[in-house]
């Protein structure tokens, strides 16, 4: 599928308010992979630490990975409107760390959702 294609595709998703979360581009040892969707979408984008990249491992190297998360501007209102005490508390977010040795954001994003 190409590009404009796909970025239609949200677009449609959008209009019709059917939330969605994509993991869709990164980056590892200061390259890009891949485009940022068009900021029309109002997307939230999340960068998660993925860890050590294993190319990268594999040639000597030790290069971090992290993915790109975007999403839907329909869930980041959802979640907004959630009554605070809904929301994952930092005593929440480090438990999970604990549990899954995950970096803050991936955590709280695993409590939020």
């Known amino acids: 599928m190409e590009f404009d294609e796909f970025a ?12 969605y979360i994509i993991s869709y581009d990164g980056s590892c040892g200061g390259r890009e992979y891949g485009v940022e969707l068009p900021e029309t979408l109002r997307c939230a984008k999340f960068l998660l630490n993925a860890g050590l990249s294993t190319q990268a491992t594999l040639l000597g190297k030790r290069d971090t990975t992290y993915e790109s998360l975007y999403v839907s501007n329909t869930l980041v209102q959802a979640r907004d409107a959630l009554p605070k005490r809904m929301l994952p508390t930092e005593q929440n977010i480090q438990r999970h760390r604990v549990r899954t040795r995950c970096d803050t954001l991936t955590c709280f994003l695993l409590a939020a959702l």
């Not at 239609?8 to 939330?19: C, E, H, M, P, Y």
């Open 8 to 19: 239609n595709a949200l677009k449609i998703l959008d209009r019709k308010g059917i939330d």
